[in-house]
Every structure is written in structure tokens, then in C-alpha cells.
């Protein structure tokens, strides 16, 4: 190879070097800006998602409020049905209890009204000598 040659391709190795190191650098540019929108992106979808959660933790605590309050009110509700239904219970048993006794009662009087029948029959208005009893 001539010198001319051998200059002529020197020079073209070091353009296609220049190129090749701008090419390089454009590479290493590039990267950082994707890096750098890279990590843009990334800081604003973390910023979304904490806004999200956020968001989301006020949801739950409102809810668990509004079911808390439900299942009181449940709760009042049931133990109100269940105070009238012993009520009514209470209610009817002393009814009920009310007629045996009256029944008792009306019993107690026959029996005794026909003891004083049976008595009166063999006794005189002394006392019964029988079952020494005075009415």
C-alpha cells in the first residue's frame, strides 16, 4: 500500500472511529434520558398508586363504619324482637297462671263447700264429734 492509500485509510479509520465514539456517546445519552423518563414514569405510577391506597383505606374505614353501624342496629333489632317475644311468653304464662289458680281456687271451694255439706249431714251446729272440726 502507498502512503497515500495508507493515509486516505487512517483518515477514513479515524472518521469511522469519530463516528463510531459520537454513535457511542448518542448510545450513552440516550440511555440516561430513558433512564431518566424511566424513572419519571416510575415515580409517578408510585404516586398514583399511593394516591390509589390512600384512596382505598378511606373506602374500607367508611365502610367498616357503615357495617359496624348495621350490625348494631341488627343487634338493637334482634334484642328487641327477642325482649317483646319473652315478654309476650312472660305474659301468657302469668295468664295461664292466673287461670290454674283461679281453677285451684274454684276447686279449693268445692271441695270445701262439699265438705261442709258432707259435715253439716252428720253433725249437729256444735262441731263434728267425728272429725272434731267447727265450722
Known amino acids: 500500500m502507498s502512503d497515500t492509500q495508507q493515509s486516505k485509510a487512517s483518515e ?12 457511542q456517546n448518542e448510545i450513552k445519552a ?3 434520558k430513558n433512564r431518566a423518563d424511566l424513572s419519571k414514569q416510575v415515580d409517578r405510577a408510585r404516586e398514583a398508586a399511593d394516591t390509589r391506597t390512600a ?5 374500607v374505614s367508611k365502610e367498616k363504619e357503615k357495617a359496624s ?3 348494631s342496629g341488627v343487634q338493637d333489632s334482634w334484642q328487641n324482637l327477642t325482649s317483646k317475644a319473652h315478654g309476650r311468653a312472660d305474659d301468657k304464662h302469668a295468664e295461664q297462671d292466673a287461670k ?3 281453677h285451684r281456687a274454684e276447686r ?3 271441695d270445701a263447700s262439699f ?3 258432707s259435715h253439716d249431714r252428720h253433725s249437729n251446729t256444735s262441731g263434728c264429734t267425728a272429725c ?3 265450722w
Open 115 to 117: 265438705s261442709r255439706r
Open 55 to 59: 384512596a382505598l383505606k378511606s373506602y
Open 108 to 110: 279449693a271451694e268445692r
Open 100 to 102: 290454674h289458680a283461679e
Open 30 to 32: 440516550s440511555a440516561a
Open 69 to 71: 353501624d348495621h350490625w
Open 132 to 134: 272434731r272440726t267447727s
Open 12 to 23: 477514513r479509520f479515524n472518521q469511522l472511529s469519530a463516528h463510531a465514539t459520537e454513535a
